[in-house]
């Protein structure tokens, strides 16, 4: 039976809040990303991954050797990265 978007959404979200992997030695998928950042898994892989100065991706072998491995990413530089952009105003 096939998740519907509804359903992976709720899944990624309760994998953010409660993390069964510390964030400081995780590795995020681009879906991942997508609900920390608030953006489309497409929008992560084909732009803000893409965007100078985000995190290298990481691609791990795949156990048969053969095709491309999904890439993932650090949490905590995605992290690092993001909290770069924030504003410093001054009141």
């Not at 510390?22 to 489309?40: F, G, H, N, R, T």
């Not at 898994?41 to 999904?70: D, M, N, W």
């Not at 530089?77 to 105003?89: F, G, L, S, T």
Request: with cysteine.
């Amino acid at each position: 039976m096939k998740q519907t978007d509804t359903e992976q959404l709720k899944e990624l979200i309760e994998q953010l809040l409660n993390p069964s992997i510390p964030v400081e030695v995780d590795l995020w998928s681009s879906k991942e990303i997508a609900a920390y950042l608030k953006q489309k898994p497409r929008t992560v892989a084909e732009v803000t991954c893409r965007i100078p100065g985000f995190p290298q991706t990481i691609y791990l072998p795949s156990a048969t050797g053969k095709g491309r491995a999904h890439p993932r990413w650090k949490a905590r530089e995605v992290i690092q990265w993001a909290e770069k952009y924030q504003e410093n105003r001054v009141a």
